[in-house]
């Protein structure tokens, strides 16, 4: 009777801790060296300041929104402008960033793009204005 419950029991044990380990390991945080980077990068895109408004996933579940307030070699700091609680968040714990506002680059993109258009608006008024006289 030992035997008939030993053999079963042994590979469910077994076959448990297969199933359990590659589980834990795919929920391990992603701190390879490229990773990182990525991060750093998307980071230093972003830059600083209050127009820099992100939310940022973080791999213990977390999520922290705000801007980022400044940018160091290992880490960067987001402050919550409702609450103003600072949190310093090294980059391998980030899972995920994104920006909750333009910035940068982007921001003087549509800048250009709206006086682009008003311009051409008024040009098309005053031309339809003067063509009908």
Sequence with gaps: MFKEFTAPSLAILVVNF???????????????????ERVKARVAQISTGSDARVEVRLYDGRKVKGYIYKIETDSFT??????????????????????LALSGDKKQVVKILVMVGVAAGLILGLGYLTGKN
Aim: proline share 2%; glycine share 4%.
């Design 18 to 36: 297969v199933c359990m380990t590659s589980v834990a390991a795919t929920q391990q945080p992603s701190t390879d060296a490229r990773t990182i």
């Design 78 to 99: 987001v402050i919550d402008e409702g609450t103003g609680v600072v949190t310093n968040i090294a980059y391998s714990q980030v899972q995920k960033i994104k920006t």
